[in-house]
């Protein structure tokens, strides 16, 4: 999967090879209709409720700079390693289908492309992933892997990871001669004055106990240096730790933008996409993942994060319908030394894969060790 990433919806070689990986498991496996998606359900040898462990497929548009062996070449990477997250889910089917006679319920095997964009949950989700097994699951796990100590998991109750929004903004003014502004409503003073606007609009608007982030990360005018184009554009990417913050970061930059090109007799157009919403992880289910994954590996290895990070995921869209945790574990690998650490989307990032026995088996404990509360919970009742 390293060498050959595919990227967005459509991944038919690794929907492929996920499916032969998942061949005589006695698994029953739904592929999706709009998107390369894969659902793999299995039904333990006892009564229960069920549970879903989920992995991103996807890579990136990078051109990967390891210098691995098996480095991709096609100008895509798996630089957010999601290639380590789709072979540890298969790690995970194959040990919970060894133990399937004592599995007191189900688990859906959610294997998803799209994560990068432009998102896959939801149309997972609209194609009856939550419901594939006959009822909503009782809990939803995932791990994703990053930067740092290998072998050493990272949550937190409640939000884990921001919500991300684009804002895009279009100023349009009247073209001219590059000599002669004054006969023309040039688009670019107005849109590098929002630009600066909306930093000062954060520390202004928004409290640093809810914490926003955004990087204008594209500008765009004319093409031609002599002349003042019609129109000039720029693109930012924003983090918002809560529902609030989303909507009210829409409405002000909105007037922020609309106004100030009012003021230089031009109009603004603005574009506010909600691309995820925020990852909150369910306080029980956090509760339970930490404690079996400290009784699995040792607590020494599993630590809660005082904050949230101000990355985002689409696992979110399954965490808004169904309690669950998110989880990062973290790999790098041990010969480098920590300042030469590159992070996820680097094309120089270094993931260890021999975390992915751990992974595998963080996963199925999860699920497992879920199911059997479940099961006493009933006895006790």
């Not at 892997?145 to 009247?174: C, E, Q, Y």
């Not at 106990?209 to 594209?218: F, H, K, L």
């Not at 879920?370 to 099961?375: H, I, T």
């Amino acid at each position: 999967m390293h060498q050959d990433p595919e990227l967005g919806l459509d991944l038919p070689r690794t929907q492929q090879r996920v499916l032969e990986a998942l061949e005589g498991l006695g698994l029953r496996i739904q592929t999706g209709t709009g998107l390369s998606s894969v659902i793999a359900v299995l039904e333990g040898g006892r009564p229960g409720p069920t549970v879903l462990l989920r992995a991103d497929m996807d890579g990136l548009p990078l051109q990967e700079r390891t210098g691995l062996p098996f480095a991709s070449r096609t100008g895509a990477m798996h630089a957010c390693g999601h290639d380590l997250h789709t072979a540890a889910l298969v790690g995970a089917a194959r040990l919970l289908a060894s133990q399937r006679e004592e599995l007191p319920g189900t688990v859906i095997f959610m294997f998803q492309p799209g994560e990068e964009g432009p998102g896959g949950a939801e149309p997972m989700i609209r194609e009856g992933v939550l419901g594939v097994a006959g009822e909503l699951p009782i809990a939803a796990y995932g791990i994703h892997v990053g930067r740092g100590p290998r072998g050493t998991f990272v949550t937190r109750a409640g939000t884990l990871m921001a919500g991300s929004a684009n804002l895009r903004v279009r100023v349009h003014g009247a073209g001219g001669h590059g000599s002669q502004p004054v006969r023309a409503i040039d688009p670019v003073p107005p849109l590098l004055e929002i630009g600066t606007a909306l930093q000062t609009m954060i520390s202004r608007e928004f409290s640093a106990a809810d914490p926003v982030v955004a990087s204008i990360t594209q500008l765009e005018a004319g093409a031609a240096i002599n002349v003042i184009p019609d129109s000039a554009a720029l693109g930012a990417s924003v983090r918002t730790l809560s529902p609030e913050a989303t909507e009210h970061f829409g409405q002000l930059a909105r007037r922020l933008a609309e106004n100030i090109a009012s003021a230089h007799g031009a109009r603004a157009e603005v574009d506010w996409d909600i691309v995820y919403p925020v990852t909150v992880n369910d306080e029980q289910e956090e509760r339970f993942a930490v404690a079996a994954l400290r009784e699995s590996f040792g607590a020494e290895r599993v630590h809660e994060s005082p904050q949230p990070l101000m990355g985002s995921e689409d696992f979110s869209h399954v965490l808004a319908q169904v309690p669950g945790c998110y989880v990062f574990l973290l790999c790098s690998p041990d010969v480098l030394p920590e300042g030469d650490l590159a992070t996820n989307h680097s094309p120089e990032v270094l993931f260890d894969d021999a975390v992915l026995g751990d992974q595998a088996a963080a996963l199925a404990s999860l699920a497992h060790g879920r199911l059997l509360q479940a099961a006493q919970d009933d006895v006790r009742r």
